[in-house]
């Protein structure tokens, strides 16, 4: 397999670490982002001692257009040459009816899941377009695909990931771009624990009586759809636990 050059939004944690080590371990080059510079040191470490790879870290916060300016523009040489952007940094915060909700919360989730995918992609897209070849993976959710009681914001913060990746792809096809999708349902990360603001047991609950999705599950379904052939796309791929069915159907026991 040809060395790719990988660039992950939100690498200090869950997905976007998983998906970071899976393409290290498959000997592509890595630009690993999020906002904890210690956490990003950490991981930079792991993949150059275990894999071998070669590693970038960008601290940053998705949510600056100016940060996010920044530093797509510190990249030189090679290294501006992004063959797989995944657009994973994202939150729930809070989980409240909207008649409740805090606004601060909302702020959070629409600026960092819609405004911050948006800057990432405005910034690296053209250098993909320049180059004719690129693949845009979003991280979208179940919340995506299904609203449900309190998910309010959330859901349509990732109803927007879904409505951008389709336009998205369509304002690319042109130029040899993939942009897909992939929408995972339950999976035990730091997500609920940063949804209900460190309180740990109401996050472990989520994920008692059934086995949720692992960081790993994820991973490995995005670099399958990096790895296919050039004329194949994968545009959406919904990932569940076995044991859910629908964003609020669980078989627990
Ligand atoms: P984690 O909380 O474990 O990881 C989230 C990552 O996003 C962290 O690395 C965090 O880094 C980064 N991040 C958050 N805000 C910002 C910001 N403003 N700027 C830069 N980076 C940021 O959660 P997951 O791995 O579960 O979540 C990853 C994505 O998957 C999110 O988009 C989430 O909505 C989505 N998702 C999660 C599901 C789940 O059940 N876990 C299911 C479906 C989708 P740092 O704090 O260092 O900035
Ligand atoms: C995260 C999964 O079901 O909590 O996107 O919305 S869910």
Not at 64 to 78: H, N
Not at 108 to 123: A, E, S
């Amino acid at each position: 397999m040809m060395k790719k050059t990988i660039l992950v939004t939100g690498a200090t944690s869950g997905f976007g670490r998983a998906i970071a080590r899976k393409f290290a371990a498959n000997g592509n080059k890595l630009i690993i982002t999020g906002r904890r510079q210690n956490l990003l040191e950490e991981l930079a470490v792991e993949l150059k001692t275990i894999y071998g790879a070669e590693v970038l870290t960008l601290c940053f916060d998705v949510r600056k257009l100016a940060e996010v300016e920044a530093a797509v523009a510190s990249l030189e040489g090679p290294w501006r040459e992004i063959d797989v952007l995944v657009n994973n940094a994202g939150l729930a915060v809070g989980m409240n009816p909207v008649h409740e909700g805090i606004t601060d919360d909302w702020e959070r989730m629409i600026d960092t899941n819609v405004k911050g995918l948006l800057y990432m992609t405005r910034m690296v897209a053209p250098i993909m377009v320049a180059r004719r070849q690129g693949h845009i993976i979003n991280i979208g959710s179940v919340a995506g695909k299904e609203v449900y009681p309190m998910g309010n914001v959330y859901c349509g913060t990732k109803f927007a990931v879904d409505a951008i990746t389709k336009g998205t792809r369509i304002d690319l096809v042109s130029h040899n771009i993939k942009v897909t999708q992939v929408a995972p349902g339950a999976a035990n990360t730091e997500f609920s624990v940063v949804r209900f603001k460190g309180d740990q047991e109401r996050a472990e609950n989520v994920y008692k009586g059934f086995a949720p999705l692992q960081a790993e599950d994820i991973a490995d379904a995005v670099y399958y759809v990096s790895s296919l052939p050039a004329h194949v796309s994968v545009n959406d791929m919904v990932l569940m636990p076995t044991a859910q069915a629908s964003a609020v159907n669980f078989y627990k026991t």
